[in-house]
């Protein structure tokens, strides 16, 4: 099983500030199967990219992903106030499993 | 619009079974892969299963390995999950979820979300 870590745990920035997050693997991901997903209390979980830099169907252009191998990051240009939530990683290249999550909150 | 409504959770006592389903409608059924995620209460989310376009693989988390078995019937449009000798740690929101690609395998990302079943195991 591929074991996917996040960090931070917690980021804390205010509107309009770059939020840089990294998820890793502990062994290369195949094909970059590589997916991130926003969760706010109470709703089901939103796919933001997959393919590690592909973004999903009606997902703003401030949302970009990157990376390869073992080392992924997700990078949310200018955060907006509705972008503070919960992001997850997940890895699909073998049976999937997702990371613990990076909490975004307002400082 | 694509909308997967689940149904089937409850509360049911540890060893026994539930049976869960999910109403697909607004795509194609019967060209995605599927899959069951769940999510423990204030936890993250977890893959428990997924099913290929057309049930050919068929992939199950290790906790539930032996005990879950998912299913679909793309004449009716619906996935199924069948869970067996539930635990206390099977308790949590279960989500039906598509795949993004068509004709993928039974692992992938997921693009559209029910909102979700609560299954409670306590006796």
């Known amino acids: 099983e591929i074991v996917l870590t996040q960090s931070p745990a917690t980021l804390s920035l205010s509107p309009g500030e770059r939020a840089t997050l990294s998820c890793g693997a502990s062994?290369?991901?195949?094909?970059?199967?590589l997916a991130w997903y926003q969760q706010k209390p109470g709703l089901a979980p939103r796919l933001l990219i997959y393919?590690?830099?592909s973004r999903a169907t009606g997902i703003p252009d401030r949302f970009s992903g990157s990376g390869s191998g073992t080392d992924f990051t997700l990078t949310i240009s200018r955060l907006e106030p509705e972008d503070f939530a919960v992001y997850y990683c997940?890895?699909?290249?073998?049976?999937?499993?997702f990371g613990p999550g990076t909490k975004v909150d307002i400082k | 619009e694509v909308q997967l409504v689940e149904s089937g959770g409850g509360l049911v006592q540890p060893g026994r079974s539930l049976r869960l389903s999910c109403a697909a409608s607004?795509?194609?059924?019967?060209?995605?892969?599927m899959h069951w995620v769940r999510q423990a209460p204030g936890k993250g989310l977890e893959w428990v299963s997924g099913i290929s376009w057309n049930s050919g693989s068929i992939g199950y988390a290790d906790s539930v390995k032996g005990r879950f078995t998912i299913s679909r019937d793309n004449a009716k449009n619906s996935l199924y999950l069948q869970m067996n000798s539930l635990r206390a740690e099977d308790t949590a929101l279960y989500y039906c979820?598509?795949?993004?690609?068509?004709?993928?395998?039974?692992?992938?990302?997921?693009?559209?979300w029910g909102q979700g079943t609560l299954v409670t195991v306590s006796s």
């Open positions: 979820a598509k795949d993004v690609k068509t004709y993928s395998s039974s692992s992938g990302a997921f693009d559209y």
């Open positions: 393919d590690a830099s």
């Open positions: 062994q290369s991901v195949s094909s970059s199967y």
């Open positions: 997940q890895q699909y290249g073998s049976s999937p499993t």
């Open positions: 607004g795509f194609t059924f019967d060209d995605y892969a």
